[in-house]
């Protein structure tokens, strides 16, 4: 079975974590799905995407301890970038790392049930991206749930303007459909140039957020053949036949 299931409701891709029995914990495996998902629906004409996740007791717990990921490959416009709508369904819990994931989106709609939790600094832990919480809800509150671990309900989140919408238990994936749907009959070059604009040029990155931007691509240079052939070449002594691969 995989973790990660995608399904298509008419210009509406879902793309849903499928862990429940551990709670959507976010596997390597998770990871690399999620984004793998999402460069095909960047790729696809699906006009929307939903990223939720299977049971209601959780949208995610967070990163799985037992099987570490890269958990950048999961976080919109970092493990991938779209310009294409991306809206996150919560329900449950939402801890750790699954924070990151959903303020990353467009929009987000939370069933009332949603608890938005960062315990990390009780666990001695953080991978710093969440710092960048304080840009999405104002400061002291992304304070208190950065370094308090205070659990913040998705009403509460709805009042300072972090959730766009709180529904009923067990409606939050087809209430994000539905607004799916009405984004998908908006014009899509106006969407995506706005989502640009915010995206590229308004909302700040924080320091983790460049190290990725900066480590991918140098990661790829050294995992490249072609740094195998220059290294080849050199010490063959003739010249290198690079492939851009």
């Not at 939903?50 to 990163?63: D, R």
């Not at 919480?133 to 009042?159: C, N, W």
Request: hydrophobic share 45%; proline share 5%; glycine share 8%.
């Amino acid at each position: 079975m995989s973790v990660v299931v995608v399904e298509d409701q008419g210009p509406v891709r879902i793309i849903r974590i499928n862990r429940p029995d551990r709670l959507n914990a976010v596997s390597k495996g998770v990871a690399e799905e999620i984004q793998a998902a999402f460069i095909d629906f960047d790729a696809s004409e699906q006009r929307v995407a939903v990223m939720s996740a299977a049971g209601e007791k959780a949208f995610s717990s967070g990163a799985d301890i037992s099987d570490l990921p890269e958990l950048w490959r999961a976080i919109p416009t970092v493990g991938f970038k779209t310009m294409k709508p991306v809206i996150a369904a919560t329900s449950g819990w939402c801890v750790g790392g699954a924070i990151v994931m959903v303020m990353m989106c467009d929009l987000l709609v939370s069933a009332e049930s949603t608890i938005f939790y960062y315990p990390e600094a009780k666990m001695g832990i953080t991978a710093g991206m969440i710092s960048s919480l304080v840009t999405r809800m104002p400061h002291h509150l992304a304070m208190e749930i950065m370094l308090l671990g205070t659990k913040v309900s998705a009403q509460r989140g709805y009042d300072v303007g972090f959730v766009n919408k709180v529904v009923a238990n067990g409606t939050h994936e087809s209430e994000a459909v539905a607004m799916g749907m009405q984004l998908a009959q908006m014009a899509p070059l106006v969407l995506h140039t706005l989502k640009r604009f915010v995206v590229e040029e308004i909302m700040p990155r924080g320091p983790v957020e460049r190290m990725v931007y900066a480590s991918v691509p140098l990661t790829g240079v050294r995992q490249s053949e072609d740094l195998k052939e220059g290294v080849a070449a050199f010490r063959e002594k003739r010249a290198p036949q690079f492939k851009g691969r």
